[in-house]
C-alpha cells in the first residue's frame, strides 16, 4: 500500500434513526468530505448504540460504533486514520470518542482527531453566519428566529452562549438560542422574546439532524413542545425541521476541520 491506500477518514456521528434526514444530514457530511478527499475512503460510525440496535432491527441496517470501526479500519489494512466527528462541541460525546481513540491508538502507525464544529473563533462566526443565511428567507422586524440547541451539563454547553454573543455581534439581534437539556432554557429567552415585540417565532434545530428533539420537544403538538408553548405565549409559530447537516456552508467547515486533522497526521 502507498500512503493514500493505507489511510483511510472515518466520520463519527451520534446518529439518527430519522432515515430521510440521515441522508440530507450525515450521509451529506460524509459526501463532503469525501469530495474534499476524493483519494481516501471514507467510512461511517455512530456513538449511540440505541440508535445502531434499532437500525438493525427495524431495518436490518449495520452500522459500526466508534470502537467496532476502529478495530475494523485496522483489520482492513489501513495504518493512517483521521476521524472526523459531526458533533457540535468539545462536550462528552467528543471525550468519549477521543478516549475511544487512544484506546485503539497501538492499531495504527498514526491517528488524529479532528475538531468538532465549534472549535474556535473563526468557527463561531461562519456559524452564526450560516444560521442566518439559511433562516433570512422567513424573517422580517416582527420575526425573531429561536435555534433549539441540545444543552449539556458540562462546561462546553458555553458554546451556546458565545454563539448567541456572536450573532449579537453580527447584528442579528432577533435570533435567540435556547437548550432543550441545559441553559438557557426557552422560559429564560421569553422575556426578551416579549421585550422584542415579535408577533412570529421561526424555530429551526441548532443540531446536526433534525431527529427526535426537533421533531417532538421543537415541533410538536404536544402540551409542552416549545412550538405549544410559544404558541400559548400568542405567538405565530413556523417551524423548520432541517438539521444543520443540510446547510452547505455547515458542512463544509466539516471539510475544514477533516483538512486540519490531515495537517496533523503528515
Known amino acids: 500500500m502507498n500512503q493514500k491506500q493505507d489511510t483511510a ?12 434526514n440521515r441522508k440530507v444530514t450525515i450521509d451529506a ?23 445502531i440496535n434499532k437500525l438493525k432491527k427495524r431495518d436490518g441496517l449495520h452500522i459500526d460504533n466508534e470502537a467496532e470501526s476502529l478495530q475494523h479500519a485496522a483489520a482492513d489494512g489501513f495504518r493512517k486514520l ?16 477521543l478516549r475511544d ?3 485503539h491508538r ?28 439559511d433562516t433570512k ?12 440547541g441540545h444543552g449539556t451539563g458540562v462546561e462546553a454547553n458555553r458554546v451556546y452562549f458565545d454563539l448567541q454573543d456572536e450573532l449579537r455581534k453580527q447584528g442579528h439581534h432577533n435570533y435567540f438560542i435556547a437548550t432543550v437539556e441545559a441553559v438557557p ?6 422575556p426578551a422574546l416579549k421585550e422584542g415585540g415579535y408577533e412570529k417565532i421561526v424555530l429551526q434545530p441548532l443540531m446536526i439532524v ?3 428533539h426537533a421533531n417532538n420537544d421543537m415541533a410538536s403538538d404536544d402540551e409542552d413542545s416549545w412550538k405549544t408553548i410559544l404558541e400559548k405565549e400568542g405567538y405565530a409559530v413556523q417551524c423548520v425541521l432541517r438539521g444543520m447537516g443540510q446547510i452547505p456552508a455547515i458542512r463544509e467547515i466539516f471539510a475544514q476541520h477533516t483538512a486540519r486533522a490531515f495537517e496533523k497526521l503528515k
Open 9 to 20: 477518514i472515518l466520520v463519527v456521528s451520534f446518529g439518527t434513526s430519522y432515515n430521510e
Open 29 to 51: 457530511i460524509e459526501q463532503a468530505v469525501a469530495d474534499a478527499f476524493s483519494d481516501y475512503p471514507v467510512r461511517r460510525a455512530f456513538t449511540s448504540q440505541m440508535i
Open 82 to 97: 483521521v476521524i472526523q466527528p459531526t458533533h457540535l462541541m468539545n462536550g462528552t460525546e467528543y471525550h468519549d470518542l
Open 101 to 103: 481513540v487512544e484506546k
Open 106 to 133: 497501538d492499531l495504527f502507525a498514526a491517528a488524529v482527531l479532528g475538531e468538532p464544529l465549534l472549535t474556535d473563533k473563526e468557527d463561531f462566526e461562519k456559524v452564526a453566519a450560516a444560521m442566518v443565511e
Open 137 to 148: 428567507e422567513h424573517t422580517d422586524e416582527k420575526t425573531a428566529v429561536v435555534l433549539m
Open 185 to 190: 432554557t426557552l422560559e429564560d429567552i421569553l
Open 210 to 212: 433534525a431527529g427526535d
